[in-house]
């Protein structure tokens, strides 16, 4: 008699074990955000982030990342103003400014918008 054995690849012990893949930790795309996605302009991309809808400019970034070299060089740098010049409209940029706007100084904090704004490009498929 021959013995069947089946081998499983670490994917798959992983999963048996319970373990989450990394689209188990996206989030549903809300029936709002695809109604507004499917009327947004060719290369933008409408996200939320923190309950917050925002209309972020993709492909319009990265256009200028190709396009401009001083850009670019700013941008790898982290220079956050700089990006989100291009990346959301003057309405949107204040708009995720408040979502971490303390409410006694009324100021927004470096790492708290450092944050938000990894969340923004994460929401927008632009994250590592």
Request: charged share 35%; proline share 2%.
């Amino acid at each position: 008699m021959s013995e069947t054995t089946t081998t499983k690849t670490t994917a798959e012990k992983a999963k048996a074990a319970g373990a989450k893949s990394p689209g188990d930790k996206k989030k549903a795309t809300s029936a709002k955000v695809k109604a507004l996605q499917a009327e947004a302009a060719k290369g933008d991309v409408i996200v939320e982030v923190r309950g917050e809808l925002f209309t972020v400019h993709v492909e319009k970034y990265q256009q200028r990342t190709v396009d401009d070299y001083e850009f670019m060089e700013m941008s790898l740098k982290g220079m956050l103003p700089v990006m989100l010049d291009e990346l959301l409209d003057s309405g949107d940029q204040e708009k995720l400014k408040d979502l971490v706007r303390d409410k006694e100084t009324n100021r927004v904090g470096t790492e708290q918008m450092g944050e938000v704004f990894t969340e923004l490009m994460e929401a927008a498929g632009q994250g590592n």
